[in-house]
Nanobody, 115 residues
């Protein structure tokens, strides 16, 4: 059974940093894409970034240059380093595992950027 558990969210002032972690279990995650999505109140869930098995990455335009996604296959963990945070980054952030047969989501972690 696939499980994804996010951590690292919280309240941070504009310009601050946070690092999100997603601990995965129940499958071989190293050969599939892992990603982060977010959903702000009243908005649709949107892609933030994903990382392929080989390490190549894709970022949303709104976070390019500020966020960095990485993965540690030995620990079955994917990270999202978020720097220069803005109020518009406030959202629930979800980890996503996307193998060939489906798509799995974590429970989400709240990130609030406010002074």
């Amino acid at each position: 059974q696939v499980q994804l558990v996010e951590s690292g969210g919280g309240l941070v002032e504009p310009g601050g940093s946070l690092r999100l972690s997603c601990a995965a279990s129940g499958s071989d995650f190293s050969i599939y894409r892992m990603g982060w999505y977010r959903q702000a109140p009243g908005k649709q869930r949107e892609l933030v970034a994903y990382i392929r098995s080989g390490g190549s990455t894709i970022y949303a335009e709104s976070v390019k240059g500020r966020f960095t996604i990485s993965r540690d296959n030995a620990k079955n963990t994917v990270y999202l380093q978020m720097n220069s945070l803005k109020p518009e980054d406030t959202a629930v952030y979800y980890c996503n595992f996307a193998p060939n047969w489906g798509s799995y989501w974590g429970q989400g972690t709240q990130v609030t950027v406010s002074s």
